[in-house]
């Protein structure tokens, strides 16, 4: 090996070394539960379905809410639509809402997603990313839950299995 080599190979080794003994949650899928900061309060909320009624988060109180903040580019998103419409059917009797809000597209591109999946979740559109900045969300896809009194318990950061042990639980605890 030439000696110019081993620095670059070691910084290589280091930086893997650091990751790997980071310690990273696995929970449901690869996906990371964070609790919401008790201070802070629930942001608020409305915006347009598809049919640009609008929807606000206000008028929700004694209804638990999953906000799941997704665009039709993120192929986790994508992924892990089936488990939350399951997710949504599974809890209709305790009235859980499963709202699906996207990110940033069009109406035609949403539109078009839709048609293509046979998508069945309500769907909001965020079209400037003001409520996705506004509840913290930068990864897609991320959830967050909000429970009968309105307030943010949690956030779910990546793709969910909601059939899983631990998002059983989540969800659970919020209902």
């Not at 929807?55 to 993120?74: D, H, I, M, Y």
């Not at 996207?102 to 046979?118: K, L, M, P, Q």
Request: aromatic share 10%.
């Amino acid at each position: 090996m030439k000696a110019a080599n081993r620095p670059n190979n070691r910084r290589h080794w280091m930086a893997s070394t650091a990751l790997a003994a980071w310690p990273w949650p696995v929970l449901a899928a690869d996906a990371q539960f964070q609790s919401w900061p008790r201070k802070v309060p629930t942001p608020r909320l409305q915006l347009p379905g598809l049919d640009d009624t609008v929807w606000r988060l206000a008028e929700q109180k004694g209804t638990p809410v999953l906000l799941n903040f997704w665009a039709s580019w993120c192929e986790p998103c994508r992924s892990e639509m089936p488990s939350l419409e399951l997710l949504a059917t599974r809890h209709k009797t305790e009235q859980l809402q499963v709202i699906a809000v996207n990110y940033r597209e069009t109406h035609a591109a949403v539109r078009r997603f839709i048609d293509s999946s046979g998508l069945k979740l309500p769907v909001l559109r965020d079209g400037d990313g003001a409520a996705a900045k506004a509840f913290g969300v930068h990864t897609f896809p991320s959830t967050v839950a909000i429970n009968r009194q309105g307030r943010v318990l949690f956030i779910v950061v990546g793709e969910c299995d909601w059939r899983s042990p631990s998002a059983t639980r989540w969800v659970a605890a919020m209902l």
